[in-house]
């Protein structure tokens, strides 16, 4: 079975490689990742400075990007590429803890659904800190499995960096590490080697509060309380199976759940005592690194999103893979277990292969836009997109200038962040709007809509005017290029 399971390991781990890197290409960047990119391209100081005003996140990820991003490049292959990495490394990671907790059956089983898993690999090709989070979260949860097997010094100090690390890389990490801490502390004989391991966890928390506080005035984060509590965390468990919208949502947000409710009927039914004891630690710590969040949400303190408790995903899909890989689990286990590996393929692919379903395409929108030859107004919708769209053209200034050339464009409409994109508006035949400009030409493919005027003669045009052409009631900017 050890070298059996060896192979498999290598076989998933390579799978997951291949289906991270080889479509790093595809999308481009989107708002979040084009801050990531103008954070990195600067000194490493100023990437130090600017955090605290422009992200919501520690520093550890940027300060490893900014040195990634020196020897692989900017772009989306190279910049996405550390995060592409720390996914398929986390297979592995999520083997070793499925071993430690449980066995090598259930190993096999856990590494298989961090192979296939749509939202995994949705964030290992993005490049932010996601992917990075549930690596170094995945690692602590693997090395706490090891401690409650056997205590000793070694251990418990890479928990302690892993767990660091975690926190160092996003904040809600912490929410992982709390539960495994507090249950070495209280299952230790001595509880004084224990104890440091928390206070140096402490020192790291510490270190970070006063950019945690910088950070939170900013209010970066208001748009996860756009929906309620409830149906937040009810998207948590969607996508934690099935990742966010794909082509025939309903029916495959329906099989994925049916799919966990056969593996959770295994849990509760052939599992033996070793298996149920180990689903209810991965149960107790995941439930914990979610329901934290949950409760602080309802008074007051609501960051609860989905990729923020990223942290969570192994020891929570550890349960149901326990279920999958227990020794009872038998035909009825590998035949769920080969559903949600296929069922996560198919939204991979079929999200590869939709661009309604994908990141806006500001690489396209900026090719159509081409190298500005008159001096030139673009009404963007929705306003967002400006920061992504700078990656890809001249840069821009806010400040009105005369200009020739007036380019209407809006990008797709979606209802939320990563919602399956409705096209963009689309209005034929505009009319002129103003003397002495005229319509000059309409593009209307899938990913973007660009009406264009031009004149023979420089016309200053107000932006609040200009505002009022936006295609569609989305917040909108103004942006004049030379």
């Not at 990437?47 to 490893?64: C, K």
């Not at 200009?466 to 942006?479: E, F, G, H, N, T």
Request: hydrophobic share 50%.
């Amino acid at each position: 079975m050890r070298a059996r399971s060896g192979q498999l390991l290598a076989v998933l781990t390579a799978l997951a490689a291949i289906l991270r890197f080889s479509t790093l290409h595809l999308q481009s960047f989107w708002f979040d990742e084009a801050v990531t990119v103008q954070l990195v391209r600067g000194s490493f100081g100023h990437m130090l400075s600017s955090i605290g005003g422009s992200e919501s996140t520690p520093p550890l990820y940027y300060a490893i990007a900014w040195v990634w991003s020196r020897v692989f490049g900017h772009g989306e292959v190279g910049l996405r590429s550390l995060s592409a990495l720390a996914g398929t490394l986390f297979v592995p990671v999520a083997y070793a803890a499925g071993k430690e907790l449980a066995s090598r059956r259930v190993a096999v089983v856990i590494a298989a659904l961090a192979a296939f898993n749509p939202l995994l690999i949705w964030y290992s090709q993005e490049a932010r800190s996601y992917s990075l989070l549930t690596l170094f979260a995945g690692l602590s949860f693997w090395l706490f499995a090891r401690l409650l097997r056997e205590q000793n010094d070694r251990t418990l100090v890479l928990w302690t960096v892993a767990s660091a690390l975690a926190i160092a890389t996003h904040y809600f990490a912490a929410f992982v590490v709390a539960p495994e801490a507090a249950w070495l502390l209280l299952r230790a004989r001595d509880r004084r080697r224990p104890a440091l391991a928390v206070v140096a966890l402490f020192a790291v928390g510490g270190a970070l509060l006063p950019l945690l506080l910088r950070q939170r005035r900013l209010d970066l984060t208001a748009f996860i309380t756009e929906s309620s509590v409830v149906k937040r965390v009810v998207q948590v468990a969607k996508q934690f199976v099935v990742g966010y919208s794909s082509p025939a949502q309903t029916v495959v947000v329906v099989l994925g759940a049916c799919l966990i409710a056969v593996a959770l009927g295994l849990v509760f039914a052939r599992l033996v005592e070793r298996e149920r004891r180990a689903a209810k630690i991965a149960a107790l710590v995941g439930l914990a690194a979610v329901g934290i969040p949950v409760v602080l949400a309802i008074f007051g303190a609501d960051y609860l999103d989905t990729r923020n408790v990223l942290g969570a995903w192994l020891p929570l899909m550890l349960v149901p893979a326990i279920g999958l890989g227990g020794r009872r689990a038998g035909r009825t286990g590998a035949v769920t277990l080969a559903g949600l590996c296929a069922l996560g393929l198919f939204v991979s692919i079929t999200v590869w292969a939709n661009p309604a379903y994908q990141r806006e395409n500001d690489r396209a929108l900026a090719h159509a836009l081409g190298s500005p030859t008159l001096p030139r107004a673009i009404v963007l919708t929705p306003s967002s997109s400006r920061v992504p769209l700078g990656l890809y053209t001249r840069p821009f200034q806010l400040r009105p200038i005369p200009v020739r050339e007036v380019d209407l464009v809006a990008l797709p409409v979606r209802s939320s962040v990563f919602s399956g994109a409705k096209p963009p508006p689309r209005f034929r035949n505009h009319p002129p709007f103003t003397p002495g400009l005229n319509l000059d030409e309409q593009r209307f493919p899938r990913a973007y809509t660009l009406i264009r005027f031009r004149s023979s003669t420089p016309v200053l045009l107000k932006p609040d005017f200009l505002l009022s052409l936006r295609l569609d009631p989305r917040p909108a900017v103004v942006l004049y290029q030379r």
